[in-house]
């Protein structure tokens, strides 16, 4: 997969409940910009489904450290992002990852979202795609089954909705692993 010259790597890195908070969002395109926005400068945040209680239009939220709060503020007002307020964690239920993995004997499965894709743990070429509603998942799966990790377009720059946001999101995470075993 072609990152022009970078590797993508998804931060992993957990709050503490006692200093963490919740950026929550109406819209699910403002929750990932907003993600995408505070991993480039280097905040360490997390996207998460927070619990039932806090949701208010859309079912992400991000994961932040309270003590950085105001400079996250700085920030979504000089790049426009709109976020609805802030929650703490302490006491709020159980966040849940939007990422998660799954291991079978010769294959590895990432669901990010409703989103799952599934690679060979061997070979490192994408057995199957599979989930969303969206109008653009049989394209997408058509230009990623049968591809190498390395070689796979990005589903962000061939697709146009939440289910591509989500197929990128585990793609990106399915290559991350694949480098990690072919590694060790």
Request: aromatic share 6%; with cysteine; net charge positive.
């Amino acid at each position: 997969m072609n990152l022009g010259g970078k590797v993508m790597v998804l931060k992993k890195a957990k709050v503490k409940a006692e200093s963490g908070g919740l950026l929550l969002f109406e819209k699910v395109e403002d929750a990932v910009r907003a993600e995408e926005i505070l991993s480039e400068a280097d905040y360490t945040v997390r996207l998460v489904a927070p619990p039932p209680t806090f949701r208010m239009g859309c079912d992400l939220a991000i994961e932040i450290n309270l003590v950085e709060q105001i400079g996250i503020g700085r920030l979504f007002r000089e790049k426009g992002v709109n976020y609805l307020k802030v929650v703490p964690l302490k006491g709020a239920g159980r966040l849940l990852d939007v990422v998660k993995v799954t291991e079978f004997k010769d294959a590895t499965m990432v669901k990010a979202g409703n989103m799952k894709v599934t690679f060979d743990k061997n070979k490192g070429t994408i057995l199957n795609v599979s989930g969303g509603g969206c109008p653009d998942i049989p394209y997408l799966s058509a230009s990623l089954i049968g591809k190498k990790l390395s070689d796979a377009p990005r589903p962000k720059d061939i697709g146009f909705t939440l289910c591509a946001m989500m197929m990128d999101r585990a793609v990106v995470e399915c290559l991350e692993l694949w480098r990690k075993r072919s590694t060790s």
